[in-house]
């Protein structure tokens, strides 16, 4: 498997990677002076006669920039899954291409997540949620039953949605923050009770 975006994202994939025993074979980077990270090499801007018929993980913490790598890449792409061995999967759920699920997480039963996900350390995600694509759910982030979260949001560290909410598109739900009403797009939201405190545009 190979990596797009050699971060500090891309560290604790790789730590999910070996813990899989899945080689990585390698990570693109479109900044030319990262030559390494950890152990492994950096092989420059995405390749696809390097990548070949390898899986590949776009491995950038940003919503907006995972999306903009995904549309530029050639469609005929083969994204792979990073799941790690200790985190809590149901068999009832649905996880979509090129998400990753980080150490500790649970994901419970009959929930859906789309597409190029991150799912963070010691996540919670309840029964019944549905996690669009492009979405990041923070480390300790707890999503209480049936919670909804549009394409691209972000659910900030140690932030408490309880059941039955719906999160917009593009938003921000702050660190700490707990949300007890509906969010819309575009916007942020922080405190406790969680509050829109001003719009935003990624």
């Known amino acids: 498997m190979y990596l797009y975006g050699a971060s500090g994202h891309a560290k604790v994939i790789i730590d999910s990677l070996k813990a899989l025993k899945i080689f990585v074979s390698g990570l693109f980077d479109d900044n030319p002076e990262v030559k390494k990270l950890l152990d492994y090499t950096v092989y420059g801007s995405?390749?696809?006669?390097?990548?070949?018929?390898?899986?590949?993980?776009?491995?950038?913490?940003?919503?907006?920039?995972?999306?903009?790598?995904v549309e530029k890449l050639p469609f005929d792409i083969s994204y792979g899954n990073v799941i790690h061995p200790s985190a809590i999967i149901s068999g009832y759920a649905s996880i979509g291409k090129g998400t990753v699920v980080m150490q500790g997480a649970i994901i419970q039963s009959s929930v859906t997540i789309g597409n190029h996900c991150i799912i963070n350390t010691g996540a919670s995600?309840?029964?019944?949620?549905?996690?669009?694509?492009?979405?990041?759910?923070?480390p300790h982030a707890t999503l209480c039953g049936n919670v909804s979260v549009g394409e691209g949001s972000q659910v900030g560290a140690g932030a408490v949605v309880i059941p039955g909410i719906k999160i917009g598109k593009w938003s921000l739900v702050a660190a700490g923050a707990v949300v007890l009403k509906d969010v819309p797009d575009n916007v942020l939201?922080?405190?406790?009770?969680?509050?829109?405190?001003?719009?935003?545009?990624?």
């Not at 309840?126 to 979405?135: A, E, N, S, T």
């Not at 405190?197 to 990624?202: C, E, L, W």
Request: proline content about 2%; hydrophobic content about 40%.
């Open 46 to 69: 995405f390749d696809k006669k390097r990548l070949g018929d390898e899986e590949l993980i776009i491995s950038v913490g940003l919503n907006n920039i995972r999306k903009k790598i």
């Open 125 to 138: 995600v309840d029964h019944d949620c549905h996690i669009g694509d492009f979405v990041h759910i923070s």
């Open 189 to 202: 939201v922080l405190g406790n009770p969680a509050r829109v405190v001003k719009k935003i545009n990624i």
